[in-house]
Structures are given as structure tokens and as C-alpha cells.
């Protein structure tokens, strides 16, 4: 009766010890797991947009400021905007847009980008929206322009990353 008992106690553990190696959990860092970090100058957050900003500084003669703005839209959609604004009627005005894209512990890379020039003007405005994979964090940088009589001012902007799930 002691070695029956003994027996199903061993084969109670054999089974127990089989079934625990069958069902293992493999155990991957989620993107939502580097909530809060920064990259690349970027903190990765889970809101439903951002805004990155460059204002002029206060010498600058043609370019005022710029702005670049990322929208979580939903089902994968993403927001894209931006401007660019002078303080005068300029010959050029450039807007360069930028989306970039990180899964969380790798830099940004660029994933698309968009080119827009405007002449004789004192802004330029961007917007559009596009379908990209989820489970990354995008973010915007903006490249803005004004060109008056050959001279140029330049500065940039670039917003956080938003997670798109």
C-alpha cells in the first residue's frame, strides 16, 4: 500500500513537472514597456498627440516660428500637420516633414516625409493623415524655411513619440 502511494505521488510530480514545461510563458518587453523613456530626444508617451515647436529667436528677421503636430486618430490612422511662418512676405517658405517610427529601445527611423514649398508668402500649412502599423511610436520633426532677397533662416521642431496600438 506505501510503494502504491509513493508510486502516485511520484507520478502526481512527473505529470505536474511535465505539465509546467509544456506550458511555459515566453516573456517579451512590450513596446508599452518603454512608456516614459526618451529617445533620441523624444519622450515616448501614450497620448493622443503631440506638438513639437521652433520659435525664432528674437534677432531672427524672416522666420517667426514653426510647429509640427502627431495625432493618434485611431485604428492605425495617424495626423499629420505642420507650418511654417514667417514675419514677412518671403520669396520661399519651406515646410519639411518628417514621420519617423520606434518600436521603443531602438532610435527613430525616418518612415516617410513630405516636402511642401510655398513663393511670395509668409506661411506654409501641411496637414494629412495616413495609415500606418500598429504597435510602434511615431513621432514628427519639422524643417522650416524662409528665404527674402538670398537670405535664409532655418530652425526645426520635432515632438514626442505616440503610441499607436
Known amino acids: 500500500m506505501k510503494k502504491a502511494m509513493k508510486l502516485k505521488s511520484l507520478l502526481f510530480c512527473a505529470m505536474l513537472v511535465f505539465a509546467l514545461a509544456v506550458n511555459t510563458v515566453n516573456v517579451q518587453a512590450d513596446a508599452l514597456d518603454y512608456l ?29 516660428e514653426g510647429y509640427v503636430r502627431i495625432t493618434n486618430n485611431g485604428n492605425g490612422y495617424v495626423g499629420i ?3 511654417t511662418l514667417c514675419n514677412v512676405t518671403c520669396n520661399t517658405v519651406k515646410l519639411n516633414v518628417y ?5 521603443g529601445p531602438e532610435d527613430f527611423y525616418s518612415y516617410k516625409k513630405w516636402e511642401n514649398v510655398d513663393y ?3 506661411s506654409l500649412y501641411f496637414s494629412t493623415q495616413i495609415k500606418v502599423e500598429k504597435g510602434y511610436y511615431y513621432r514628427l ?11 535664409t533662416e532655418n530652425g526645426g521642431s520635432v515632438t514626442d513619440g505616440i503610441y499607436i496600438g
Open 36 to 64: 516614459g523613456n526618451t529617445i533620441d530626444e523624444s519622450v515616448l508617451t501614450n497620448d493622443m498627440e503631440s506638438v513639437g515647436t521652433y520659435q525664432s529667436v528674437a534677432r531672427s528677421t524672416y522666420l517667426h
Open 81 to 83: 500637420g505642420g507650418a
Open 99 to 103: 514621420l519617423e517610427r520606434s518600436s
Open 120 to 122: 511670395s508668402t509668409n
Open 141 to 151: 520633426r519639422g524643417y522650416h524655411s524662409c528665404t527674402k532677397n538670398g537670405v
